[in-house]
């Protein structure tokens, strides 16, 4: 008998069912995963089949405002979303964990200051920013861990973005997923940074979600995944503590490669590489060549995101004109739980 | 204790070590194979992990001359070959394990009819036709399997560009492989057509050689690759057998992209498509979805083969002006051994 999100929020919220507030508003940092999380052992909780590591993105995230109102409506980036959009849908669904009569109705607007469905991770900061928000209306005064769990219900590695920094999202193993949950890791590095790199913003033709659904049934390397990304995990965790800038790129970049490769063997396979992806790698793996230490990283889109360090920010600009820069560490944008 | 190459040799040719004629020429088809050969068990004697599957490509291929001369010179397509390339040595290393003394020199004049080393495997058929033409020369008269080894030596796919049409390179299990050797399936399918689309014809910037070599030693998926490619030559075998296209075109497009993740997961990641390789493949996927049975295949190169039949060739061509239609069972050139 499989556990179901109404169950998990039960166990966590218990009886704190009616809103405290009238409105209530948070932010969430988008991340990007430096081991990547691809591939579900449980589809209605989001449990993965893996442990991830991710770093926030400071500034580049989204808001979001829950308000008691008169009719259902979202709202994103000041646009109303259609009902009849798998977005709508699948917020709303969301929201019905939480709603304490039939008709509580709730107007939800993000704000994000990102490209939506873009392989950047947009609904991982909705849904941690939608969760945040949520503990404040109800005053539930969740611990991190929790609202990490409640994150994970919306979507998998919303559930790091609750907190700044390296963030290490544990895969556990118990079927409720209490045990799945992201975790902040100690290690700060003011010099890091991040440079993303559009080559095209619009959606994209097939969601993360179906991606690493079709990647765990179909594909012929899946099995070795597992092993794949805790390797990555531990040589990731090491040069964090020794500040192994090198050792992290490669490896970032090479677990990046590594999911791509599953999602090419996939059948259907699928690309989410474009022609200039493949030239902005190139482009890295000749300035590295050159002695330049930049890495790259992507996710279920086509962009790219650039890792290097603060003494390379100028020569980096230089190369790539269109970079937007974000250092992780430049300050903290919100605490973690207000 | 490793065998070599001599070894090999000379149990196959024994003492027929005079040349019986001043000159000598063969013309061999270059293969695509429909299954994959990627990695060695044996680097040497170019013993392959695993077997594979081929269509030799008619008219498509090289003519080589063999004669014998007062100074070494090596011609390709008209032009002579430095001494200082990789090409030059590697010919000569070849042709080192047939002299019959130190100064007996040769004349090599290779021509070929399709692009060299972009993927075309045109070391398949320049080493196919070597081997075609050095048997005539010496008057060996080795069985096809025997040539089919001596052209492994010199190139691992070369061994299977000794037959016309369809071509099973069995692996073999012996250390002096003298069971790895190709053989000519007896199925014909007339309406079979390859069309090669050219992205690129420059020299590639790594060697299918290196290229393999490199994903043997830090693919972590490399593992699996032999259970996978086992299976899609079970699966073509007996599509051929069917005379199911749809078949053979989804396990040949699938296992090509499955020796692309390889790739991709190697340190360093090695990614031979291109710009243009991605919008063929995004391409063939549209036309299929429109019902259309096309399909690809892609080697170590960012050139797509594709795969379709007669009847849909006009077809075909409206949608891809530049293709070159290449149809396997037109004619045979040249009977497998003269």
Known sequence: MNITREKVVSTLIKDKRVPQLETASAFASTNIALCKYWGKRDIELNLPMTSSLSVSMGELGASTKISLSGTEEIWLNGEAVSTNTLFYQRLIEFFDLFRPTADTKFKIETDTNIPVAAGLASSACGFAATVKALDKLFAWEQSDSHLSI?????????????????????????????????????????ELRVGILLVDSKQKSISSRDAMQATVETCPYYKLWPETVNKAIKVVDEALEQRD??????????????????????????IYSQGGTLELMQKVWRLRAEGLPVFFTQDAGPNLKLLFLQKDEEKLKEQFAQMRVVAPFAKVKESTHV
């Open 245 to 270: 800038f090198w050792a992290l790129g490669t490896t970032a970049e090479a677990n990046s490669l590594a999911m791509h490769a599953l999602m090419l063997a996939t059948t259907p396979p699928i």
């Open 150 to 190: 409640l994150a994970r219900l919306g979507s998998g590695s919303a559930c790091r973005s609750i907190y700044d920094g390296f963030v290490l999202w544990n895969a556990g193993i118990a079927k409720d997923g209490m045990d799945s949950y992201a975790e902040d890791l100690e290690y700060v590095w003011p």
